[in-house]
């Protein structure tokens, strides 16, 4: 059974950091891709980052770039997203999802339809 479970949300001040961690079950990591999304209140889902089959990290926000890191722990079937810089417009639940095609080897989508298993999101609040 493929299962998704996110953790590490938290409350952060400004400038705080994060790191959120997805764990993966049912599937192996290697031969798959894994986006992270965001959805804050009274606003669409969006595309944070992905991380292609050959590690290379897309990203759907030019906000996030230079202060959000994506990396996978082949041994632990785990993508971790680290935050950092935080800013109160990052507040939101953050979701992992696994594109359900895998067949690009330097690009991974980050429309949310291209996604087929969603972890239960975990609460990120950035406030002082």
């Known amino acids: 059974q493929v299962q998704l479970v996110e953790s590490g949300g938290d409350l952060v001040q400004p400038g705080g950091s994060l790191r959120l961690s997805c764990e993966a079950s049912?599937?192996?990591?290697?031969?798959?891709?894994i986006g992270w999304f965001r959805q804050a209140p009274g606003k669409e889902r969006e595309a944070v980052v992905c991380l292609s089959r050959s590690e290379t990290p897309i990203y759907g926000r030019d906000s996030v770039k230079g202060r959000f890191t994506i990396s996978r722990d082949n041994a632990k079937n785990t993508v971790y997203l680290q935050m950092s810089s935080l800013l109160p417009e990052d507040t939101a639940v953050y979701f992992c999802a696994r594109w359900k095609s895998a067949v690009w080897w330097n690009q991974c989508p980050l429309n949310d339809e291209e996604y087929d298993s969603w972890g239960q999101g975990t609460q990120v609040t950035v406030s002082s």
């Open positions: 049912g599937f192996s990591l290697v031969k798959h891709v």
